[in-house]
């Protein structure tokens, strides 16, 4: 096996680990001078830990030639989000707000996990002030350099899409692990909301925010999930747990398909793609059935209310003191009109959120529904000296049109994963949700696995043009 | 739909001050904020049992014995 970083997945890395094909110390050398590489242009990391990953990576040789027992991530680099802690490291949040906080003195229980379990980490990665947004300046797509690469977990998107590392930790309050991995063509897990902990990550609205992993496979983004899950000791059974490959698979899964919302006011583009891969999964033995979730917008409102009024709660002092000028307009104003909203609307939202969440769980039922599936966006990545998103029914904000489809499954906490299923006139990736029952992130990734299997669409790969 | 007026008193209300030139933009995301308010009404009228079980987050400890594995 060759160490070929625009290509190597993270299991295909650990089998090259195993096979000794190339040492922890040859794996975390090349990585961090493919950063270098690409960082001039693309951007995706606020800072590198260049000395510390390569001492890491000499020690998971020794342990390896000492045969010590393995861990799931041993020697794997990982790139992790700017607003997780990483002990001695400072949390800055994209905010320059944050330039003057102190080194943060523990890892969020997820960055310990990661690290209990072998992972190096090859440094922060750019997010959205605060989380707050989709953009990820100054941090670049992959595939067009010109475009952003979408956020607010964008320069984790960006990084495990070129290469720079084989894994990253986002966040997703909103839609901030699925919309920058649908615009890189990455793979991207939100697990089920509250299953992990957010110890150590800083808050954007804590009654939505779900911590997750972007890869560039499924069986990493599962991997991932396992190790922050703690269920690191169920890692040797993914193989099993994705069934092998067959023509009809997933013979017995029953995928619902919306009738409107998800598939309304779409990119011609994302339509043509989401219809193929629906087809696929036809092929594949699912039986898709059209389900209509007539309170699909009423949860994109209950997640945007619950969003604006915690995130302002969070930046109260932020955004009433001197430092409020520091704040990006954009971000300061979403957090100024959430200290508007009246306590009763937010109140009200809450109650909403178990309306919508119970509404869904009929569709489900009604419907016998193993997931349901749809495109993870109404577009592919805009222009970054362009932030408007040009629909069907006219130009729209970048914002409220990249969030439109994944603010649903915030409202209703369900786990979704995103994977690539083709590309725009503008060779651009387009994404497609699998949206599971709570807690069944092991199905989706079955389904998503099946069809990743069968297009091979994961096997494209962005060629930033510093590469 | 709340009107200049109306949005100043808010702002004293909540402590915050704006510059004349980013109170329309303000005024603007408040009304969509409302507007999504009115979204939600509908279905707080129609809520009922559900088929997924309460999230109760309970996380795994991590103990001294899972880091010596």
């Known amino acids: ?42 951007h995706a990391y606020v800072e590198t830990f260049e000395e510390d990953a390569l001492k890491t990576s000499l020690y998971h040789d020794r342990a390896r030639e000492a045969h010590k027992a393995r861990r799931p991530l041993m020697g794997l680099p990982i790139g992790i989000k700017d607003i997780f802690d990483i002990a001695g490291k400072k949390t800055l949040c994209g905010s320059k707000i944050r330039e003057g906080v102190d080194v943060a003195a523990y890892d969020a229980e997820t960055v310990h996990r990661l690290r209990r379990d072998g992972a190096i980490f090859t440094g922060k990665t750019v997010t959205q002030e605060f989380a707050a947004g989709v953009i990820s300046a100054p941090c670049r797509n992959p595939w067009d350099l010109d475009r952003i690469p979408g956020g607010s977990s964008g320069g984790s998107a960006a990084s495990v899409a070129i290469g720079t590392c084989l894994g990253a930790m986002g966040s997703d309050t909103g839609g901030s692990i699925r919309i920058p991995a649908s615009l890189t063509g990455t793979v991207g897990l939100k697990p089920t909301y509250g299953r992990i902990p957010l110890k150590g990550i800083y808050p954007l609205s804590p009654a939505l925010d779900t911590a997750g992993p972007i890869a560039r496979s499924v069986a990493d983004a599962l991997v991932l999930y396992l190790v922050i899950a703690n269920r690191a000791a169920e890692v040797a059974n993914v193989d099993a747990l994705l069934e092998p490959y067959g023509a009809k698979v997933l013979e017995g899964t029953r995928l619902g398909v919306p009738a409107s919302f998800f598939t309304d006011n779409i990119q011609p583009d994302v339509d043509a793609s989401y219809g193929v891969a629906v087809e696929m999964l036809k ?55 959430g200290a508007l909203v009246p306590g009763d609307l937010y109140l009200r939202a809450r109650m909403a959120r178990e309306a919508v969440r119970n509404s869904i769980a009929r569709v489900y039922a009604r419907y016998e529904l193993a997931a349901i599936v749809a495109p993870t966006l109404a577009a592919t990545a805009p222009r970054a000296d362009h932030l408007i998103v040009d629909l069907p029914d006219g130009p729209e904000g970048v914002g409220p049109a990249l969030t439109r489809l994944t603010m649903p499954w915030n409202a209703t906490g369900q786990p979704v994963i995103s994977v690539l299923c083709g590309f725009d006139h503008d060779e651009l990736p387009i994404g497609l949700s699998i949206i599971g029952k709570p807690d069944d ?18 096997q494209t790969h962005a060629k930033a043009d510093a590469v | 739909m709340v009107t200049p007026e109306e949005l100043r008193v808010l702002l004293d209300i909540a402590g915050l001050t704006l510059s004349e030139d980013r109170a329309p933009a303000v005024l603007a995301e408040f009304n969509a904020q409302l507007a999504h308010g009115r979204q939600i009404e509908r279905v707080l009228k129609g809520a009922g049992e559900s088929a997924f079980a309460p999230y109760e987050p309970a996380f795994p400890k991590i103990t001294l014995e899972d880091d010596a594995k």
């Not at chain 1, 096996?1 to 299991?11: G, N, P, Q, V, Y």
């Not at chain 1, 709660?313 to 409020?324: C, F």
């Not at chain 1, 992130?441 to 297009?455: K, L, M, N, S, V």
């Open chain 1, 283 to 337: 092929s594949l033995g699912a039986e898709v059935v059209e389900v209509d979730w007539a309170d699909a917008p009423a949860a994109q409102s209950v997640a945007a209310l619950i969003n604006r009024v915690e995130s302002s709660a969070v930046h109260h002092d932020h955004i009433r003191g001197e430092e409020a000028g520091l704040i990006d307009p954009d971000t300061r104003l979403r957090f100024e009109v």
């Open chain 1, 441 to 458: 992130e092991f199905g989706i990734c079955r389904i998503a696995h099946q069809y990743e299997a069968a297009t091979a669409w994961f």
């Open chain 1, 1 to 42: 096996m060759t160490l070929d970083l625009a290509t190597i997945t993270l299991r295909e890395a650990m089998t090259g680990l195993d096979n000794r094909a190339f040492s922890v110390f040859e794996l975390t050398r090349e990585t961090l001078l493919r950063i270098r590489a690409t960082e001039p242009e693309l």
